[in-house]
């Protein structure tokens, strides 16, 4: 056999103003854009990543595979028409040379400037050149489920984890069942709904209630046979689209019966609980405040409004202060992106004295938010070339490349500044400069749930800090006007 396998990955955030160009689909391996043919399976085979399992199931059938492109980005605004049509004219161009399946590593919230649904244009773009092609599709938890997407797919499985440490075993999933279609032992027939639900991300993780008990169904579903794949999606909601959502997707064996009664279960468990996917914001001061009482480190401040992995800049200056200003010491902060403050204490060098603007130089329009920069002083305490392997249950195995990063003490504040944006969700951030984490009493991450796999295990405790930026949990803040509605908490009203 013949398998043709892809990624192409970006969560856009509407409200984000960072370009997503072709260029930024190289986040992992530090290249500029995506990785072709030969060099895919150089960079993710082995990797905890759904497309390293296609390799594995490829490798056990003996199958041929080939890798037109892969490629992910981070989060931002959206993905340029250019890189969109590079994605699908790569993978339309290796359907049309023949195959028998089609892998496919996508994340399942990609907009682009002139497609609320770049998934969904993907797959009916390759059903148009090979209309009875097997296609099986990983998605991200975030995805915002569409028509487009399942009309054109096989099968689909979603992550079942967030922070995601489950995406090797949804590869799995999908191409197991695809797999299993091929040798004509099933039929998948893919069942699914979508909730009017703008779910806020610090409220819809499967590891806590209220999703928990919807997810839980879904798995036993699945592993008691009783449907080929359920999976459902919290959605992403920093998104203005009519596609999103809560959804449910569930792949049986034929039409109907049980496949479509569990997604109306799922459905059903999701809506009567949607009161508790909306978050309590509490001030950013407060937070601050409280977690300067708490005794024993290392302690989690969680700034999830300038979140990187959602779209935010990585430079939003304002939770810093205030935990400057609060007289909080031992305190070691997550990457700032800033290349040229790097520049300067580069320039600086290590062990030198400095005072430089830190942060605050990116506007953020869509909410009315400008930059603030951050005048700091403090010796530079480490320079780095930014580079680190993931050992976290995360992205296991992963290169990650930071570009050039420095550490500026402060003075019982070490802040870490680098040339690319990254949600820190491996301890290598902190220890390839040098940092302990384990060592010091706070550490100041950007970032919602994703920190947890590898912070969670070390925390004595987590305060979440609501710094401003457009990842922000305050959706009053944010201009929407392609959303369907009504749609809650936006319509207290909204129906199902």
Same mark, same amino acid.
């Given at each position: 056999?013949?398998?043709?396998?892809?990624?192409?990955?970006?969560?856009?955030n509407?409200?984000?103003?960072?370009?997503? !160009?072709?260029?930024?689909?190289?986040?992992?391996?530090?290249?500029?854009?995506?990785?072709?043919?030969?060099?895919?399976?150089?960079?993710?085979?082995?990797?905890?990543?759904?497309?390293?399992?296609?390799?594995?199931?490829?490798?056990?059938?003996?199958?041929?595979? %080939?890798t !037109?492109?892969?490629?992910?980005?981070?989060?931002?605004?959206?993905?340029s028409?250019?890189?969109?049509?590079?994605?699908?004219?790569?993978?339309?161009?290796?359907?049309?040379?023949?195959?028998?399946?089609?892998?496919?590593d996508?994340?399942?919230?990609?907009?682009?400037?002139?497609?609320?649904?770049?998934?969904?244009?993907?797959?009916?773009?390759?059903?148009?050149?090979?209309?009875?092609?097997?296609?099986?599709?990983?998605?991200?938890?975030? &995805?915002?489920?569409?028509?487009?997407?399942?009309?054109?797919?096989?099968?689909?499985?979603?992550?079942?984890?967030?922070?995601?440490?489950?995406?090797?075993? &949804?590869?799995?999933?999908?191409?197991?069942?695809?797999?299993?279609?091929?040798?004509?032992?099933?039929?998948?027939?893919?069942?699914?709904?979508?909730?009017?639900?703008?779910?806020?991300?610090?409220?819809?993780?499967?590891?806590?209630?209220?999703?928990?008990?919807?997810?839980?169904?879904?798995?036993?579903?699945?592993?008691?046979?009783?449907?080929?794949?359920?999976?459902?999606?919290g959605?992403?909601?920093?998104?203005?689209?009519?596609?999103?959502?809560?959804?449910?997707?569930?792949v049986?064996?034929?039409e109907?019966?049980?496949?479509?009664? +569990?997604?109306?279960?799922?459905?059903?468990?999701?809506?009567?609980?949607?009161?508790?996917?909306?978050?309590?914001?509490?001030?950013?001061?407060?937070?601050?405040?409280?977690?300067?009482?708490?005794?024993?480190?290392?302690?989690?401040?969680?700034?999830?409004?300038?979140?990187?992995?959602?779209?935010?800049?990585?430079d939003?200056?304002?939770?810093?202060?205030?935990?400057?200003?609060?007289?909080?010491?031992?305190?070691?902060?997550?990457?700032?992106?800033?290349?040229?403050?790097?520049?300067?204490?580069?320039?600086?060098?290590?062990?030198?004295?400095?005072?430089?603007?830190?942060?605050?130089?990116?506007?953020?329009?869509?909410?009315? +938010?400008?930059?603030?920069?951050?005048?700091?002083?403090?010796?530079?305490q480490?320079?780095?070339?930014?580079?680190?392997?993931?050992?976290?249950?995360?992205?296991?195995?992963?290169?990650?490349?930071l570009?050039?990063?420095?550490?500026?003490?402060c003075?019982?504040?070490?802040?870490?500044?680098?040339?690319?944006?990254?949600?820190?969700?491996?301890?290598? %951030?902190?220890?390839?400069?040098?940092?302990?984490?384990?060592?010091?009493?706070?550490?100041?991450?950007?970032?919602?749930?994703?920190?947890?796999?590898a912070?969670?295990?070390?925390?004595?405790?987590?305060?979440?800090?609501?710094?401003?930026?457009?990842?922000?949990?305050?959706?009053? +803040?944010?201009?929407?006007?392609?959303?369907?509605?009504?749609?809650? !908490?936006?319509?207290?009203?909204?129906?199902?």
């Open positions: 056999m013949k398998f043709v396998v892809a990624m192409m990955k970006h969560e856009t509407s409200f984000s103003p960072l370009p997503t !160009p072709l260029s930024s689909f190289g986040r992992t391996g530090g290249h500029d854009g995506p990785l072709y043919g030969s060099h895919v399976a150089e960079v993710y085979e082995g990797t905890n990543n759904p497309i390293a399992a296609y390799f594995d199931l490829a490798r056990e059938e003996g199958a041929e595979v %080939v !037109p492109v892969a490629g992910e980005a981070w989060p931002g605004g959206p993905v028409d250019d890189a969109h049509e590079t994605f699908v004219q790569a993978i339309c161009d290796a359907v049309t040379q023949g195959c028998d399946a089609l892998l496919l996508l994340h399942g919230a990609m907009v682009t400037e002139s497609f609320d649904d770049g998934e969904g244009e993907l797959l009916k773009r390759i059903r148009a050149v090979a209309p009875d092609l097997p296609i099986a599709v990983a998605l991200d938890f975030h &995805t915002n489920m569409s028509a487009a997407t399942v009309e054109n797919a096989t099968v689909i499985t979603g992550y079942r984890t967030y922070p995601h440490i489950d995406m090797h075993e &949804t590869g799995l999933r999908a191409g197991r069942t695809l797999l299993r279609a091929l040798k004509g032992e099933i039929m998948p027939v893919i069942q699914w709904g979508s909730l009017p639900l703008l779910t806020h991300m610090l409220c819809q993780t499967p590891s806590r209630q209220p999703m928990k008990d919807v997810m839980d169904m879904a798995i036993a579903a699945e592993a008691q046979g009783r449907v080929l794949n359920a999976s459902v999606f959605g992403f909601p920093l998104a203005d689209h009519p596609h999103v959502g809560v959804s449910a997707v569930v049986g064996n034929g109907g019966g049980p496949a479509n009664d +569990l997604k109306e279960a799922l459905l059903e468990l999701a809506w009567d609980r949607r009161a508790d996917f909306v978050y309590a914001l509490e001030p950013m001061e407060v937070s601050i405040a409280r977690a300067k009482s708490l005794d024993d480190g290392p302690i989690v401040l969680v700034e999830h409004g300038d979140n990187c992995g959602a779209g935010g800049n990585q939003v200056m304002a939770a810093i202060e205030e935990i400057m200003r609060q007289g909080l010491t031992d305190v070691a902060v997550s990457p700032v992106w800033d290349p040229a403050a790097v520049a300067q204490m580069i320039d600086a060098g290590k062990g030198n004295e400095i005072t430089l603007d830190i942060g605050g130089k990116t506007d953020m329009p869509a909410i009315n +938010l400008k930059g603030q920069p951050l005048t700091l002083s403090g010796h530079v480490e320079i780095t070339d930014g580079r680190f392997a993931v050992t976290g249950p995360m992205m296991t195995g992963m290169q990650i490349n570009g050039r990063t420095a550490v500026l003490d003075g019982g504040v070490e802040i870490m500044v680098s040339e690319e944006r990254m949600e820190p969700f491996d301890l290598g %951030v902190f220890r390839h400069a040098g940092i302990e984490p384990t060592e010091r009493k706070y550490l100041v991450v950007k970032s919602r749930q994703h920190f947890r796999a912070f969670e295990p070390i925390a004595k405790h987590i305060v979440e800090v609501a710094g401003p930026g457009v990842c922000s949990s305050d959706y009053d +803040l944010f201009p929407f006007e392609k959303l369907r509605r009504p749609i809650y !908490p936006l319509d207290p009203d909204a129906a199902r």
